[in-house]
């Protein structure tokens, strides 16, 4: 596992009354009201910053993130390819019912001051400007929650620390009790809860459509201080008014989460297919129920966790066999639980599409080094379950100076980050949950205690060296998640098994370094011990025998799993 510069953890808590602040941050704006920026908002205040410094912007009308449901897709057709990660802005669906209505009681009155504004009944947003007087219904932005969601995570090791989904010995619960592997809904219904003493820093309806560094310089001496001066520009759009708002910032989490961008790869001939045979090609974001595909052929790309998942619904009504195509073998028991062999048929990844066949070409074997081949014709349904690009289309080229790398290229990982979340460059801008493959919650609150320690100057800042050191040290696989398959590109912000419980310990230790002489004693960051080093290690089985069992269990122990 790496370091964090110096393994003399009292030594660096020593040297931390000493060093001169790094930071002056008066105002932050958090980028998203998902799991991470909640997080991050929650130990930002504990860390001794006001209310007053902190808004949250929220394109959605409310908190959740990708837990936030919406029935209906986009409406946008799909691209085929979808290889781009330089995405444009998700585009809002308002409700088909909304209509621009008049604010009759303040119809020829301006108001004095937008917190004015913000009072008026039906003001929407706080963000809403003062001369606004008319504001549509709240759109949505569709994420890829469908009907029939369980998490793979037992919610005893999915929890915040402070909060938990039941009255289980470590506090308060949200419920009375429910499944070990909750549904999407009771998950929602958690983040809800969890984010009451922090839901008047967000600015619902509003979206973030540009964010740009206004000051280039950063160390800027200040006697014999030594201060990064950074000022960020945050461009929105109240989507209740089309009224534009700009404002200026010292320190920037975005924490826009990475279920926007669907992937869809490059195959020879599929954008011929797309377009000769419209409808057919989707991915996992649109699915929502398995009623859709009631007796048609179905091919199925991919085989994580959300394929298998999503092959086990339509399986089950879909014509048989349902044809899943897989990279790697799928491991026994995932197979016996989706029905390999009797409803599922396994192949290898697509070779090319078939045009006139309205089919595709597959290898026969997952991850098998023949070149033999085989025909499927005649599908109806082609479910790619690929993935997610990594994209900010508020970051643009043009957000950063000249000498600052691209934050993405191909949308495999984001550049220019250390320990997978601090700007090499500008540490004012972190990214939290990047890392796949990981246990969010926990991981995002794991480095949100570290940021808001920097920030506050309770812990010191590396270097700029340093944390470039830091960045090529995760690129080889020698950072905190451990071992990984070593080189750039899609398995960089991808942890070994295992891999979050290290990175989580290690910047509980890193928080721990605190100076606790300065402002705020901060937020305790998650630490796992035995208990949830043991869940980790057996969810995976827990999550099929809860599947076979008709999701029910509410415990671990319920499943046959007990930890001694």
């Known amino acids: 596992m790496g370091s964090l510069g110096n393994d003399d953890i009292e030594g660096n808590a020593a040297a931390n009354t000493s060093s001169p602040p790094a930071f002056n941050i008066k105002r932050i704006a958090i980028i998203g009201a998902g799991p991470s920026g909640l997080a991050a908002a929650k130990h930002l205040l504990a860390e001794g910053f006001l209310s007053s410094q902190i808004d949250i912007y929220e394109q959605q009308a409310e908190v959740g993130g990708v837990w936030n449901y919406s029935a209906v897709t986009s409406h946008e057709q799909l691209r085929v390819p979808q290889t781009d990660a330089h995405a444009p802005l998700d585009t809002p669906i308002y409700p088909e019912t909304s209509i621009e209505q008049e604010k009759e009681e303040y119809e020829d009155y301006v108001f004095d001051s937008d917190e004015e504004a913000c009072t008026a009944p039906g003001s929407g947003a706080c963000s809403l400007p003062p001369v606004s007087r008319k504001e549509k219904q709240a759109p949505f932005f569709p994420t890829p929650m469908y009907d029939y969601l369980h998490t793979n995570i037992p919610h005893t090791l999915m929890r915040y620390s402070d909060l938990g989904f039941t009255a289980d010995g470590k506090g308060e619960g949200t419920h009375e009790d429910c499944e070990i592997f909750p549904s999407r809904q009771v998950v929602q219904e958690y983040l809800l809860r969890y984010a009451r003493d922090v839901r008047h820093l967000v600015r619902f309806s509003t979206q973030v459509t540009n964010i740009s560094l206004q000051t280039p310089s950063s160390d800027v001496l200040e006697g014999e201080?030594?201060?990064?001066?950074?000022?960020?520009?945050?461009?929105?759009?109240?989507?209740?008014?089309?009224?534009?708002?700009?404002?200026?910032?010292?320190?920037?989490?975005?924490?826009?989460?990475?279920?926007?961008?669907?992937?869809?790869?490059?195959?020879?001939?599929?954008?011929?297919?797309?377009?000769?045979?419209?409808?057919?090609?989707?991915?996992?974001?649109?699915?929502?129920?398995?009623?859709?595909?009631?007796?048609?052929?179905?091919?199925?790309?991919?085989?994580?966790?959300?394929?298998?998942?999503?092959?086990?619904?339509?399986?089950?009504?879909?014509?048989?066999?349902?044809?899943?195509?897989?990279?790697?073998?799928?491991?026994?028991?995932?197979?016996?639980?989706?029905?390999?062999?009797?409803?599922?048929?396994?192949?290898?990844?697509?070779?090319?599409?078939?045009?006139?066949?309205?089919?595709?070409?597959?290898?026969?074997?997952?991850?098998?080094?023949?070149?033999?081949?085989?025909?499927?014709?005649?599908?109806?349904?082609?479910?790619?379950?690929?993935?997610?690009?990594?994209?900010?289309?508020?970051?643009?080229?043009?957000?950063?100076?000249?000498?600052?790398?691209?934050?993405?290229?191909?949308?495999?990982?984001?550049?220019?980050?250390?320990?997978?979340?601090?700007?090499?460059?500008?540490?004012?801008?972190?990214?939290?949950?990047?890392?796949?493959?990981?246990?969010?919650?926990?991981?995002?609150?794991?480095?949100?205690?570290?940021f808001s320690r920097l920030w506050s100057n309770r812990l010191s800042l590396p270097s700029h060296e340093e944390l470039q050191a830091w960045e090529r040290e995760d690129e080889q696989g020698k950072g905190f998640e451990g071992e990984r398959v070593v080189g750039e590109g899609k398995s960089f912000h991808v942890f070994p098994k295992g891999g979050d419980a290290r990175y989580i310990n290690a910047l509980h230790d890193w928080a721990l370094q605190a100076d606790g002489k300065k402002r705020g004693k901060g937020k305790e960051p998650p630490f796992w011990g035995d208990e949830e080093l043991w869940q980790r290690s057996i969810y995976a089985q827990a999550k099929m025998r809860f599947e076979k069992s008709g999701r029910k269990a509410k415990t671990l122990r319920e499943l046959g799993f007990e930890h001694e």
């Open 225 to 450: 201080k030594c201060r990064i001066h950074e000022k960020w520009t945050v461009r929105s759009t109240n989507l209740l008014t089309d009224v534009p708002r700009v404002e200026n910032y010292d320190a920037v989490v975005v924490a826009s989460g990475h279920y926007s961008a669907p992937y869809i790869p490059s195959v020879p001939e599929i954008e011929t297919f797309a377009k000769e045979h419209p409808g057919i090609i989707s991915h996992a974001k649109t699915y929502r129920a398995p009623s859709e595909f009631a007796g048609k052929r179905v091919v199925i790309v991919g085989s994580s966790a959300s394929g298998l998942d999503i092959a086990s619904q339509i399986s089950a009504v879909c014509a048989s066999p349902l044809i899943m195509s897989a990279r790697s073998a799928i491991p026994d028991d995932q197979a016996a639980h989706i029905g390999v062999g009797d409803k599922v048929r396994v192949v290898g990844r697509i070779k090319r599409f078939l045009v006139d066949e309205r089919g595709i070409e597959v290898f026969s074997t997952p991850g098998s080094p023949s070149a033999a081949t085989e025909k499927i014709a005649d599908v109806d349904a082609i479910v790619f379950c690929t993935g997610y690009l990594f994209t900010y289309p508020f970051l643009s080229p043009s957000s950063l100076p000249s000498s600052t790398p691209p934050l993405v290229s191909d949308g495999r990982r984001v550049h220019g980050v250390a320990r997978h979340f601090i700007h090499t460059y500008h540490p004012t801008l972190v990214f939290p949950a990047l890392p796949i493959k990981i246990i969010p919650f926990p991981l995002a609150e794991a480095q949100a205690a570290v």
